[in-house]
C-alpha cells in the first residue's frame, strides 16, 4: 500500500484558498490520482456553538484542529492525495488574532496546548504546504450570511500576520502565495505531487 501524500492550503479569508485548492484537484484528478478535499471545519464549529471569528478560544480552537486531523486520516483511506483546505496553523492563527483583537494575552497552557496539537498533525511534512499572503488593496468580496467579523480588515490582516509568523517560527517548510502567484502555485503544487506520487508508486 502506498502511502497518501498531503497538501495543505493554509491562509487568511477571502485570499484564495478554496480555488486554489479545488483547481489543484482538478488538474491531479486528470491524472489519474484520487484526490479528497477536507475543509469546512469553522463553520461546522460554528453550527455547533463554539465561538468563531474574533471571539475564537482555546476550546473552539482545539476542535478544529482535531477536527482537521479526523477528516484527514478518514480520507487518507480513499485518496491517493489528500488536500487540506485550512490547516492546524490557521485556526491557531485565528485563535491568536482573536485574542490580540479583544486585547487579551494568551493563558500560556492554553497556548501550549493548541500549538502541540497543530504541530502533532502536520507531521510528517506534507509532500506541499501553500500559504497564501494577503494584499490588503485588493477588494475584499461581500458575501451575505457572513459573520460581521468577515469584513474586519485589522483582524484579517491579524489572521495574515499572525498565520506566517507561527509558520516561520516552527521552521515549517512552505511556499508563500502572493494574490498574482496563484497559477504558478498550482503549477508548482501539481508537479511537485505528482513527481512524488510516481516516485513512490515505483518504490
Do not use: C
Request: no cysteine.
Amino acid at each position: 500500500m502506498v502511502t497518501p501524500l498531503r497538501l495543505y492550503v493554509a491562509g487568511t479569508h477571502s485570499t484564495g484558498k478554496t480555488t486554489l485548492a479545488r483547481r489543484i484537484e482538478m488538474e491531479l484528478r486528470a491524472t489519474g490520482i484520487t484526490v479528497a478535499r477536507t475543509g469546512g471545519f469553522a463553520r461546522r464549529a460554528a453550527e455547533l456553538g463554539f465561538p468563531k471569528m474574533t471571539r475564537h478560544t482555546a476550546q473552539s480552537t482545539a476542535w478544529i484542529i482535531s477536527a482537521t486531523a479526523t477528516a484527514i486520516l478518514e480520507a487518507e483511506l480513499v485518496a491517493d492525495v489528500v488536500i487540506v483546505d485550512r490547516t492546524p496553523y490557521d485556526a491557531l492563527a485565528y485563535y491568536l488574532a482573536a485574542l490580540q483583537h479583544r486585547n487579551e494575552r494568551p493563558d500560556l497552557e492554553e497556548l501550549s496546548r493548541v500549538t502541540g496539537l497543530a504541530q502533532l498533525i502536520t507531521a510528517p511534512a506534507p509532500a506541499v504546504f501553500l500559504a497564501t499572503v494577503l494584499d490588503p488593496q485588493l477588494p475584499l468580496a461581500v458575501r451575505p450570511g457572513k459573520d460581521p467579523d468577515w469584513t474586519d480588515t485589522a483582524f484579517r490582516q491579524g489572521v495574515d500576520e499572525q498565520l506566517h509568523r507561527r509558520l516561520n517560527a516552527h521552521t515549517v517548510p512552505h511556499l508563500q502565495v502572493p494574490a498574482d502567484g496563484h497559477a504558478a502555485a498550482v503549477e508548482a503544487a501539481v508537479e511537485t505531487i505528482t513527481a512524488a506520487w510516481t516516485a513512490r508508486s515505483a518504490a
